[in-house]
């Protein structure tokens, strides 16, 4: 296709002429009435195509990291975007867009306009209930970890969709930021400068059973091919509107342990929660506000995964066709080996919880609930507050036995 620079991308007139040639996207949307440039992520390029009859997103993938444009980054990319997107479809609908199709010359994935959402990082950040939230996502994660595990897949199949999986370029980054930048010294590490964050981030660096810690737990995400993960599962992923959610963006998907996913998000609404003491979004004047946003958010925590867990285990009861513990069905024994797995799947997602909170705070990627306090001491200050609780997670993850107790060290915090 010759597209290599950011403006070849950014041109509209190639997105134009890209759909007159694709037939079944141009009957889709009819005569065209408007091609905008939506993306606000860091790495593709997003056009939302209107027309007389309907409309379509087309993300497209360029060779380089968009907001870097140096950066060369694999296309292929979008090629396992589209295929986590069909395995998600199947197991979730209603969660997740519809997928439409994928043109490998031009890198592009066709999918559903959702609207009137927006994404669910945006809307935390204005403080806006979502009542529907900690049910669907704790059903997405459900449907897709358990019908991509050996509870219920064919072992040979799922050996084959593991091995599909395994190329995904991406997972190097993933790596990289997550596990290997923020405990180092590199110019990519950004945090806000305030004394009290700096010391404690010296202090992180050079804490050697933590770092021993998170290197284990690299070690399990390289390895465990537990399920397929979405890869990239926090705020920033989801759209959302009062009644409906939809997650979206899936390339960074790879078979791995389930609680990445799980702690991904916990830690995003975790930040969320810590942000919301510096949030612009409540006046001084509201502080019983604040208090109910806050609260709704620990709900939220709670409820993700202890519905997580409900489901997973329905899912098991009536689902389970592999020939993982296939053995014990219709025994007691059943019941000890859903307690010793689920034990685990906890264990992980709280690790996994810590881990992504000091990555967001110490490394490549910040994020908009803390980057949009104004005042950089407050921001430091809330900021300290989660990297305080996400090394205590990570630490004592084996002794947490329940949610409610991580929702309660925060409280007390």
Not at 180 to 187: D, K
Request: glycine share 6%; hydrophobic share 40%; with cysteine.
């Amino acid at each position: 296709a010759g597209l290599m620079s950011v403006g070849d991308f950014l041109d509209s007139s190639l997105i134009y002429q890209w759909l007159e040639s694709k037939s079944e996207y141009a009957d889709r949307v009819g005569t065209v009435e408007s091609i905008n440039e939506v993306g606000d992520g860091n790495l593709n390029f997003v056009w939302l195509i209107k027309g007389s009859k309907g409309s379509l997103v087309a993300k497209r993938a360029p060779p380089f990291v968009r907001i870097l444009p140096d950066w060369a980054l694999e296309t292929s990319r979008a090629w396992y975007e589209f295929q986590l997107l069909l395995v998600e479809n199947q197991w979730a609908p209603g969660l997740v867009p519809e997928v439409y199709g994928y043109d490998n010359e031009t890198k592009t994935v066709v999918m559903e306009y959702l609207t009137p959402h927006i994404i669910l990082r945006q809307g935390l950040i204005k403080a806006i209930d979502y009542p529907q939230l900690a049910e669907d996502i704790s059903s997405f994660m459900a449907q897709t970890l358990f019908h991509t595990s050996d509870l219920f897949l064919n072992n040979h199949v799922k050996r084959r969709q593991v091995k599909k999986f395994q190329t995904n370029e991406l997972i190097h980054l993933t790596e990289q930021v997550i596990f290997y930048e923020p405990y180092i010294n590199t110019a990519n590490n950004k945090w806000t400068d305030e004394a009290s964050l700096n010391n404690e981030v010296r202090e992180l660096q050079n804490d050697n059973a933590l770092k021993a810690k998170v290197g284990w737990y690299h070690y399990k995400f390289q390895n465990e091919a537990q399920a397929l993960l979405h890869g990239d599962l926090h705020t920033g992923s989801v759209m959302v509107t009062p009644e409906k959610t939809s997650v979206i963006d899936p390339e960074f998907g790879i078979f791995g342990p389930m609680g990445f996913d799980i702690g991904s998000f916990l830690a995003h609404i975790i930040m969320s929660y810590y942000s919301q003491s510096g949030s612009v979004s409540f006046s001084a004047s509201s502080p019983e506000k604040r208090s109910g946003y806050e609260q709704w958010l620990l709900k939220v925590i709670e409820e993700v995964w202890n519905r997580f867990h409900t489901r997973f285990i329905h899912l098991w009861n009536t689902k389970h066709e592999g020939s993982l513990y296939a053995n014990l069905k219709g025994t007691p024994g059943m019941a000890i080996a859903q307690k010793t797995f689920l034990r685990s799947v906890f264990t992980d997602t709280l690790a996994y919880t810590g881990i992504e909170i000091i990555r967001r705070i110490v490394g490549v990627a910040s994020v908009s609930d803390f980057e949009s306090i104004p005042d950089s001491n407050k921001r430091a200050g809330c900021e300290l507050n989660a990297i305080r609780l996400a090394r205590h997670l990570v630490m004592e993850c084996e002794n947490i036995q329940y949610i409610e107790a991580v929702t309660k060290t925060i409280i007390e915090q």
